[in-house]
């Protein structure tokens, strides 16, 4: 049996973060399993991946050899923050070459749809200007015995 795994759908879109932001201004990238201050970096943008439905779009038969296959969902959400009191441009800046880097691309066979956002937060941490993108995405799952 063939699933998929999430770790590296995971690894696909952190990398592809890692080397957009590594330069041209460098913006700190924060991911979940990763311990940060917020208080010591200007900006920075925090990334959550999660896997959400599922759903069978084909089925196996018993003692078969064809393949079942699935389509998995998930959810990457961006939140951007940057200095508080000096506008939305910065800010703003940083959510185009998000939308830039993943809008309607397939890239290791997960397919992202266009994104949504930059919609502005309530900012948390204080003293930082918070805007969040989301993108869903799709991966189809073969599934053979």
């Known amino acids: 049996m063939g699933a998929i795994n999430l770790n590296t759908v995971r690894s696909t879109i952190e990398k592809r973060l890692n080397e957009e932001f590594r330069s041209n201004p460098p913006i700190k990238l924060v991911f979940n399993n ?11 943008i925090q990334c ?4 959400g439905s599922s759903e069978y779009l084909t089925q196996q038969a018993p003692n ?33 070459r ?25 900012p948390n941490p204080e003293g930082k200007f918070q805007t969040q993108i989301r993108i869903t995405f799709e991966i189809y799952e073969s599934l053979t015995t």
């Open 34 to 44: 990763v311990p940060f201050d917020a208080t010591t970096e200007d900006k920075f």
């Open 48 to 51: 959550i991946t999660s896997f």
């Open 64 to 96: 078969s050899s064809t393949t079942a296959t699935n389509l998995i969902v998930g959810l990457v959400i961006f939140n951007i923050y940057t200095e508080q009191g000096l506008g939305s441009g910065a800010n703003f800046s940083i959510c185009k």
């Open 98 to 122: 998000l939308r830039d880097l993943f809008n309607r691309i397939t890239v290791s066979d997960v397919r992202f749809d266009p994104p949504i956002g930059p919609e502005i937060l309530q």
